[in-house]
């Protein structure tokens, strides 16, 4: 019988999931299909109910389930219980057990362009749910400074508090990162700024920049936020969010199927999406 995927979440008509993972189900000759399945808020819990009932194989949770979500599942894995938000669901012989791919989709995109976090300073921008997942990932990897700064510092400390993985961190304001930009090996920005149809703003300035410095941004549209453009100039690496996208999705499918995807594809299917 064919299996059931999806994708849960308000709104969903954007999503690209479904068309790069039936893609991979056609490619690898799975009988699968993988639904958008727009659930508002207040029904989530009906939504879960009616999944677990037709035996859903497993699904994605995106905007604004992904917290709750978790008291509705049977088995939480630990990475993404000290996150506090689940993208991937397992079905796992009746139970649901829930995982985070968005920080180690991230951690594995960005390791395919740096060798290495070990040895590097890192700066984190913006503290909201995405850069809560990739800063208890990348505190995991051990670098050498793993520093978050926020609009609303607050935020940052609860974040730097959080973290499960001892790591020398600070949670600072903008203006103070931006004094010490040049200290920094890696940024990584996280905020929606910059994002269609803001693509002239950017989150900090980044007149203190060294050239060495690697600048990632989570955003893929635009593929190239201000910036990316501003960080390319200055003559930094550069690397937009398409691959922490394809690579959550790659983790998300090889649990499912056991199958590790060719990234090459997936990520032609979203460059294609994308238009
Ligand atoms: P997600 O869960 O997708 O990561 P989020 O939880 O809405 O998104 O978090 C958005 C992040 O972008 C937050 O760090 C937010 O800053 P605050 O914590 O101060 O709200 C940041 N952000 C969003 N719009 C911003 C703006 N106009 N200026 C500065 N920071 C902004």
Redesign the pocket.
């Known amino acids: 019988m064919k299996k059931l995927f999806g994708v849960i979440g308000d709104p969903i008509s954007h999503s690209m999931s479904p068309a790069m993972h039936n893609d991979l189900f056609h490619a690898y000759g799975i009988d699968a299909h993988y639904q958008p399945l727009h659930v508002k808020k207040e029904n989530l819990g009906d939504a879960i109910r009616g999944l677990r009932a037709i035996g859903i194989s497993g699904f994605n949770i995106t905007?604004p389930h992904?917290e709750a979500i978790m008291p509705l599942l049977d088995e939480l894995d630990p990475l993404a219980r000290a996150i506090g938000a689940v993208n991937t669901v397992v079905n796992q012989n009746g139970k649901l057990k829930g995982y985070n791919t968005d920080g180690s989709g991230y951690v594995k995109g960005l390791l395919e362009e740096i060798s290495s976090v070990r040895d590097k300073k890192v700066l984190i921008v913006?503290?909201?749910?995405?850069?809560?997942a990739i800063y208890f990932t990348l505190a995991k990897e051990g670098p050498q400074l793993l520093d978050i700064c926020?609009?609303?510092v607050s935020?940052?400390d609860f974040i730097v508090e959080d973290c499960p993985y001892l790591v020398p961190a600070r949670a600072l304001d903008?203006q103070e990162a931006e004094k010490i930009l040049e200290t920094y090996d890696l940024i990584v920005q996280?905020?929606?700024?910059g994002m269609l149809p803001d693509i002239q703003?950017s989150?900090l300035s980044i007149h203190n920049l060294k050239s060495g410095t690697f600048v990632s941004d989570i955003i893929y549209n635009p593929l190239e936020t201000q910036l990316l453009r501003e960080a390319s100039n200055k003559g930094a690496g550069i690397q937009n969010g398409l691959d922490m996208f394809v690579y959550q999705g790659a983790l998300a499918f090889e649990k499912w199927t056991g199958i590790e995807p060719e990234i090459k594809r997936m990520r032609d299917k979203v460059l294609k999406q994308l238009g």
Not at 126 to 132: L, M, Q, S, Y
């Open positions: 905007v992904k913006g503290a909201g749910g995405a850069a809560r926020n609009r609303t935020k940052a903008i996280t905020t929606p700024i703003k989150p």
